[in-house]
């Protein structure tokens, strides 16, 4: 996946962002934190995006890879090895140790930059259509990088969802590349939920493609209703 490596000057596990938001049962603020995810914690991270990510996430939801065998393994094994960079972050809520949300980042690097290819139908349609996207944006010249910081899936437990978790977690990638050594942070946000707060914390369009144009290149997502998937990006000085 990457000849990238965590500076070892880099603290690990380290908190990257606290911040006050809704309690989950009632209005009051109480404080979060978005951290690295530690070890230990692997496996209930692989556990949460295999129930919410792949159940939610429009075009994983739309070509089934919630229910398709081959997909929950790969995706298990991706994560894996995401994890095992040590850049994927976890959110949780003070004095609680439930996971809030995830955002699985990796690091992709030029040198050893490689197409996967997976046993999974569904999954290899999302992949061949990221990737499609990819080679449009020609990151690597464009910014003149030899590794960014990308992400295997941004998601946030439903109870919750809406009191501006997501917003934090892309947030953290700012103060990450910072100390990490990472100028640019690239992502396939698939619908204005992710759009949204992706936006909000200073990325930007890279391709924009309809999901009716996906159709047409061949990459069928049926039963998706909102109109855009975005490549987005963000520079980080
Ligand atoms: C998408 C997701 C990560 C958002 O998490 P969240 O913590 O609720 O997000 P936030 O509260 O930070 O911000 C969401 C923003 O998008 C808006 N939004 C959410 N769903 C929307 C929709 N379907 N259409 C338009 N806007 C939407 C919200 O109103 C909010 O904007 P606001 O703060 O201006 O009101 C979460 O719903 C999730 O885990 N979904 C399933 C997995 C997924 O789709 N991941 C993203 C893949 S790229």
């Given at each position: 996946m990457s000849s990238w490596q965590r500076p070892t000057s880099v603290e690990y596990p380290r908190v990257?962002?606290?911040?006050?938001?809704?309690?989950v049962d009632s209005d009051e603020l109480v404080e979060y934190r978005v951290q690295d995810l530690p070890g230990d914690r692997v496996e209930d991270a692989i556990a949460h995006m295999k129930t919410f990510f792949l159940r939610d996430e429009p075009m994983c939801s739309s070509v089934g890879l919630y229910r398709d065998p081959d997909a929950l393994d790969e995706f298990a094994e991706m994560w894996r090895t995401v994890a095992a960079q040590k850049v994927a972050v976890?959110?949780?809520?003070?004095?609680?140790?439930?996971?809030?949300?995830?955002?699985?980042?990796?690091?992709v690097s030029q040198a050893n930059?490689?197409?996967?290819?997976?046993?999974?139908?569904?999954?290899?349609?999302?992949?061949?259509?990221?990737?499609?996207?990819?080679?449009?944006?020609?990151?690597?010249?464009?910014?003149?990088?030899?590794?960014?910081?990308?992400?295997?899936?941004?998601s946030v437990s439903p109870r919750f969802r809406g009191r501006g978790i997501a917003t934090e977690l892309l947030r953290a990638r700012i103060p990450i590349c910072r100390a990490v050594g990472l100028r640019v942070t690239v992502t396939l946000f698939s619908h204005p939920g992710s759009q949204i707060p992706a936006a909000k914390v200073g990325f930007f369009d890279e391709i924009v493609a309809s999901f009716k144009q996906l159709a047409?290149?061949?990459y069928l997502f049926p039963g998706v209703t909102h109109e855009l998937c975005k490549l987005m990006t963000m520079v980080v000085e």
């Amino acid at each position: 996946m990457s000849s990238w490596q965590r500076p070892t000057s880099v603290e690990y596990p380290r908190v990257w962002i606290t911040f006050r938001a809704r309690d989950v049962d009632s209005d009051e603020l109480v404080e979060y934190r978005v951290q690295d995810l530690p070890g230990d914690r692997v496996e209930d991270a692989i556990a949460h995006m295999k129930t919410f990510f792949l159940r939610d996430e429009p075009m994983c939801s739309s070509v089934g890879l919630y229910r398709d065998p081959d997909a929950l393994d790969e995706f298990a094994e991706m994560w894996r090895t995401v994890a095992a960079q040590k850049v994927a972050v976890v959110c949780f809520r003070a004095g609680s140790d439930e996971i809030v949300g995830l955002n699985m980042l990796t690091v992709v690097s030029q040198a050893n930059a490689k197409e996967y290819k997976f046993k999974s139908v569904g999954m290899q349609t999302m992949y061949d259509a990221y990737v499609g996207m990819l080679k449009q944006a020609n990151l690597f010249e464009k910014y003149a990088v030899e590794d960014y910081l990308s992400a295997w899936g941004l998601s946030v437990s439903p109870r919750f969802r809406g009191r501006g978790i997501a917003t934090e977690l892309l947030r953290a990638r700012i103060p990450i590349c910072r100390a990490v050594g990472l100028r640019v942070t690239v992502t396939l946000f698939s619908h204005p939920g992710s759009q949204i707060p992706a936006a909000k914390v200073g990325f930007f369009d890279e391709i924009v493609a309809s999901f009716k144009q996906l159709a047409e290149d061949g990459y069928l997502f049926p039963g998706v209703t909102h109109e855009l998937c975005k490549l987005m990006t963000m520079v980080v000085e």
